[in-house]
């Protein structure tokens, strides 16, 4: 059962690592069929060098394992909350990379200081709130989810491809699983640049309103024209 999506979610996972996004078991990716409601991705726990297309689990949009000898991805129930609050998304990522995740612990947006940042977010990557006790305690992952539905809210799912959760790492999201880890790279790119930007200069001015509009309108508005015609 969806032979290819898996084959497509494990690669995706190994790009984790090749992108020095992950360590140990720390991250996961997966893709939906949007055709069937059925999500493939990583099971929970498993090293990456013990990883196989096969190993990918099949669940639905409650949760329920479809397919699959291994138990799914303990985030399972946030990458469902984003799939069900997201129709035009096909993949999604987490990770604990480093700089991304050296901004969700200190609470921190990560401020759209130049170009590099504004070809990809359309202003600052926003942060979560901290989860409540009692969100913590009951349904911990798919609140997760919940709360970052709620960061998002009026805001166009295309403009801010990665979110912040407080105290946790990036979430990032995609046209497909190997979008949503490239959005993940560029995401941490985009941290390592501002974090180091901030050490020179606290002081740093966010970049112009016109400059964003042009960098990211340019790559992603209506009348884009970066890069060639399909």
Not at 34 to 58: C, F, H, Q, W
Not at 96 to 113: D, G, K, N, R
Not at 126 to 135: A, M, Y
Request: charged fraction near 25%.
């Amino acid at each position: 059962m969806l032979e290819n999506l898996k084959r497509e979610v494990f690669d995706a996972n190994i790009r984790l690592v090749d992108y020095n996004l992950v360590i140990s078991t720390w991250g996961n990716v997966s893709g939906i069929d949007r055709n069937n409601n059925l999500i493939v991705i990583k099971p929970s726990g498993v090293d990456y060098d013990e990883l196989s297309a096969d190993d990918m689990v099949v669940v639905d949009l409650n949760g329920n394992v479809v397919e699959g000898e291994l138990k799914p991805s303990s985030d399972t129930p946030t990458h469902i909350e984003l799939y069900k609050a997201f129709p035009k998304i096909k993949g999604v990522t987490h990770s604990h990379s480093t700089y991304a995740t050296v901004f969700a612990q200190a609470l921190m947006e990560i401020p759209c200081l130049g170009t590099t940042h504004a070809d990809n977010f359309y202003g600052p990557v926003p942060l979560t709130r901290f989860l409540t006790k009692d969100e913590v305690k009951e349904n911990y992952e798919k609140n997760t989810g919940l709360v970052i539905i709620e960061r998002l809210a009026d805001m166009e799912i295309e403009s801010v491809p990665g979110i912040l959760v407080a105290g946790h790492g990036p979430f990032c999201w995609g046209k497909s699983a190997a979008d949503s880890v490239e959005k993940n790279l560029i995401l941490e790119k985009i941290a390592e640049i501002a974090f180091k930007t901030l050490s020179l200069n606290k002081e740093v001015k966010n970049l112009p309103d016109y400059i964003l509009d042009k960098h990211f309108l340019r790559k992603h508005g209506p009348k884009a024209y970066y890069g060639q015609k399909k």
